[in-house]
Structure formats: structure tokens, C-alpha cells
């Protein structure tokens, strides 16, 4: 079966500085892993994706995700964090289907930016 | 402008009546899903489709129903059934590999 695990439920930073934020996922074989954000009261919107080749994965405003095989990780980072960037963010795996994909969350990082 | 549109944004229900919710996308996916968002909890799916007149029960799809008519619409009936119906709601399509989310529909029941 897969699972996601998403170690921090909430990640309080200060403007302009570094963030990281980490998941972990268990699964018997080869996934596509993706990186979502939810502003409060919205819908999912993806940051960024890994489906295969390079392990350093760069999304939208900033972000980056590296996939380690080894440690089953994939973590996110931003070198320097806005306010604007508070927000919850979601970890996900999905098995990679020829024609349908079943996802699977983690249970979300608040990130707090604060001034 | 492509999308999914999830309706109503906020629904208030009595306790014991039957609700559905409405998703709509005209992305032309065939795979379409729901998920229950409560706090702490990330994502939890109730029933999937992957394509029209098929669905399945997702992981907690107790007090849940679902219909896939058209390719583009996958409502969902919350039951009385349901014992804790209180939460937002996710619909979500995909083809390939990257799943799209409305905007939610946050339902109270009073």
C-alpha cells in the first residue's frame, strides 16, 4: 500500500530566510510525486512535479523539490520565503498508470511566514 | 477558460437530509474523484471515476454516493448516512498524470 507522511503539520519562518519542507513516502513501486498548494478556501493548485529523469524538480514561484530514491523522500524548499507564500501545502503520490492514476495525500504543512 | 467548477462554494444542510454537490469539468479528462478535506487530516478519497457510467468507492465512501452520466459532470450525494458530513469537499480530474482541483464546496450541517 502507499502512504505519504508529511513530518511538520506547521512550519513558522521569517521573511527573506530559507524553508524546507518534508515527505516521506512508502510504496512497493515506482511513483510520480507532486508538490500542491492551498491558500485558504481554495482548491489544490500544483507547485511542481517529478515523473522521472532529473531529481531536481523546479516549480512555480520559486520552489524546488528534490526526489532521493534511496530515502523515499521529496522534500520541498525555497531559498528565501515571502508573506505571500503562507499557505498549506500538500505532499502527493500517485502509481503512474498507463490511463488512470489514483493519488494519494499527506496530511499537509502549514507554512507561516511571518514578517 | 478550461477548468472544474465545483458549486455551490458554501452549503448549510439540516442534520438527516441528502445534499449533492457539483462538479463539472470541461478538460475532457476521464478520471474524476472526490476528497474530503478535514483539519489535520490532508486528503481523503470518497469514490473515483475513470470513465463514464463507472465509479468506484474510494477510501471512506460509507454514507456517500456518486453518479457518472456524462463525461463531464461527477456529482456527489452526502447521505443521511453519513454520520459526520461536516467538511470541505475537493472534486479533482485527471488524464495522465496530474490531477486538477475545483475550488471546493464547504458544507455545514446544522
Redesign the interface.
Not at chain 2, 445534499?19 to 487530516?41: F, I, K
Given at each position: 500500500a502507499q502512504s505519504v507522511t508529511q513530518l511538520d503539520s506547521q512550519v513558522p519562518v521569517f521573511e527573506e530566510a530559507p524553508v524546507e519542507l518534508r515527505c516521506n513516502y512508502s510504496s512497493s513501486v515506482s511513483v510520480y510525486l507532486f508538490w500542491y498548494v492551498q491558500y485558504p478556501n481554495q482548491g489544490l493548485q500544483l507547485l511542481l512535479k517529478y515523473l522521472s529523469g532529473s531529481t531536481l524538480v523546479k516549480g512555480i514561484n520559486g520552489f524546488e523539490a528534490e526526489f532521493n530514491k534511496s530515502q523515499t523522500s521529496f522534500h520541498l524548499r525555497k531559498p528565501s520565503v515571502h508573506i505571500s507564500d503562507t499557505a498549506e501545502y500538500f505532499c502527493a503520490v500517485s502509481l503512474g498508470g498507463v490511463n488512470f492514476n489514483k493519488f494519494y495525500f499527506g496530511s499537509g504543512t502549514k507554512l507561516n511566514v511571518k514578517p | 477558460d478550461g477548468g472544474?467548477t465545483?458549486s455551490p462554494?458554501y452549503l448549510f444542510r439540516k442534520e438527516g437530509q441528502n445534499v449533492t454537490l457539483s462538479c463539472e469539468q470541461n478538460l475532457n479528462h476521464?478520471?474524476m474523484?472526490w476528497?474530503r478535506q478535514d483539519p489535520?487530516?490532508?486528503?481523503r478519497?470518497i469514490y473515483?471515476s475513470?470513465i463514464v457510467n463507472d465509479f468506484q468507492k474510494g477510501d471512506i465512501a460509507e454514507g456517500y454516493s456518486v453518479s457518472r452520466e456524462k463525461k463531464e459532470s461527477f456529482p456527489l450525494t452526502v447521505t443521511s448516512a453519513q454520520k459526520n458530513p461536516t467538511a470541505?469537499y475537493?472534486c479533482?480530474s485527471?488524464q495522465?498524470?496530474?490531477?486538477?482541483?475545483?475550488?471546493?464546496t464547504?458544507l455545514t450541517v446544522v
Amino acid at each position: 500500500a502507499q502512504s505519504v507522511t508529511q513530518l511538520d503539520s506547521q512550519v513558522p519562518v521569517f521573511e527573506e530566510a530559507p524553508v524546507e519542507l518534508r515527505c516521506n513516502y512508502s510504496s512497493s513501486v515506482s511513483v510520480y510525486l507532486f508538490w500542491y498548494v492551498q491558500y485558504p478556501n481554495q482548491g489544490l493548485q500544483l507547485l511542481l512535479k517529478y515523473l522521472s529523469g532529473s531529481t531536481l524538480v523546479k516549480g512555480i514561484n520559486g520552489f524546488e523539490a528534490e526526489f532521493n530514491k534511496s530515502q523515499t523522500s521529496f522534500h520541498l524548499r525555497k531559498p528565501s520565503v515571502h508573506i505571500s507564500d503562507t499557505a498549506e501545502y500538500f505532499c502527493a503520490v500517485s502509481l503512474g498508470g498507463v490511463n488512470f492514476n489514483k493519488f494519494y495525500f499527506g496530511s499537509g504543512t502549514k507554512l507561516n511566514v511571518k514578517p | 477558460d478550461g477548468g472544474i467548477t465545483q458549486s455551490p462554494k458554501y452549503l448549510f444542510r439540516k442534520e438527516g437530509q441528502n445534499v449533492t454537490l457539483s462538479c463539472e469539468q470541461n478538460l475532457n479528462h476521464d478520471a474524476m474523484y472526490w476528497y474530503r478535506q478535514d483539519p489535520g487530516q490532508g486528503l481523503r478519497l470518497i469514490y473515483y471515476s475513470q470513465i463514464v457510467n463507472d465509479f468506484q468507492k474510494g477510501d471512506i465512501a460509507e454514507g456517500y454516493s456518486v453518479s457518472r452520466e456524462k463525461k463531464e459532470s461527477f456529482p456527489l450525494t452526502v447521505t443521511s448516512a453519513q454520520k459526520n458530513p461536516t467538511a470541505f469537499y475537493l472534486c479533482a480530474s485527471s488524464q495522465n498524470t496530474e490531477a486538477f482541483f475545483g475550488q471546493g464546496t464547504r458544507l455545514t450541517v446544522v
